[in-house]
């Protein structure tokens, strides 16, 4: 009997080895999940910093393309830049899936672009995945990489269907020419209105100010409103149509700069405006170390460049809270 005891033993013993390994081999298999996509969806999802590109990527119906063969260069704003551009959850919710598709493939060129092969510019031109296309405008310096003159802060996140590289902020695509943006730009202190009303009295009295302004390549400093009302109040006067129309028209022209001048190729020192005479700026002297320029007839009083980069058509514009002054 002690032999077939035995045999049962062991028998048993193997059927609950078996059993065992099993189990093990199931939990395994059960534990096991897939990898994470590697493509620059699957970069975005798996990443919680670009929890609002995520949710604008898919609103747009731009997981699947971007999880496509490629190759692509995304430049990606995450959380941050969002915040730091004023776009929130609610302002992606507010916008339709066109509207969030077009500003995603603004950030979007259909070829691989590491930032090593960045071209130096400044601002080359470089068409966008966008359909009629655009364009954007990158500069690599000793200080990084730049696109639209905002800064790219970390370069070369690699996908197996292209590179990311995480900006600064969120590249606005521009809504106009240079007149346009400006009217756009409408409302409250740091509206533009004053400046549109401003150009246009200019333009009644001696036409051509404004087909200039939007038939040139141009950077526009450009004054708020609250700065016309400083002005106007440090003039003793009510109203811009009491401005001379001869000092208007000298006024406006020292806020315009030949060619597009973002805010990653300002510089302290110099800078010659468009109708001639030149102007200062300081890149860390302004309210919170930010950037000013201040006009020749200002006697020092600076202007704080308190918005830059905003694009235009046919240039980009700067807004400034002082009048400035030939």
Do not use: W
């Amino acid at each position: 009997m002690l032999p077939i005891i035995n045999i049962r033993k062991s028998f048993l013993y193997l059927c609950m080895a078996g059993l065992m390994v099993t189990v093990v081999s199931c939990d395994k298999d059960d534990d096991d999940t897939p990898p994470a996509s590697n493509t620059i969806t699957g970069k975005v999802v798996a990443d919680a910093n670009f929890s609002l590109l995520e949710k604008a990527v898919i609103k747009a119906g731009l997981d699947g393309t971007l999880s496509g063969t490629g190759p692509f260069t995304v430049f990606a704003p995450n959380d941050a830049a969002f915040a730091a551009s004023g776009v929130t959850s609610a302002s992606i919710d507010g916008m339709s899936a066109d509207a969030l598709k077009k500003l995603l493939l603004y950030h979007t060129l259909t070829s691989e672009v590491m930032a090593a092969n960045v071209p130096a510019g400044p601002n080359a031109k470089v068409t966008t995945a966008n359909s009629p296309a655009d364009s954007i405008f990158v500069t690599k310096n000793a200080a990084g990489v730049f696109v639209n003159g905002v800064k790219v802060v970390t370069a070369d996140v690699d996908a197996d269907n292209g590179v990311i590289h995480i900006m600064e902020k969120v590249l606005m695509p521009p809504s106009g020419n240079i007149v346009a943006t400006a009217q756009a730009t409408a409302g409250g202190d740091n509206g533009l209105d004053s400046l549109v009303k401003a150009v246009v009295r200019a333009d009644a009295a001696a036409p051509g100010l404004i087909t200039l302004i939007n038939s040139n390549t141009l950077t526009v400093f450009a004054p708020t409103n609250k700065a016309f009302r400083d002005l106007l109040t440090a003039l003793s006067l009510n109203n811009i149509n009491q401005i001379p129309i001869l000092t208007l028209q000298a006024v406006l022209a020292y806020h315009l700069v030949t060619g597009r001048v973002f805010s990653s190729a300002l510089a302290n020192g110099s800078v010659t405006m468009f109708a001639g005479g030149s102007s200062t700026v300081n890149l860390t002297n302004g309210t919170n170390g930010g950037p000013t320029i201040t006009g020749n007839g200002n006697a020092g009083a600076k202007a704080n460049i308190i918005a830059t980069n905003v694009m235009a058509t046919n240039g980009v514009v700067h807004v400034i809270d002082r009048v400035l002054i030939p």
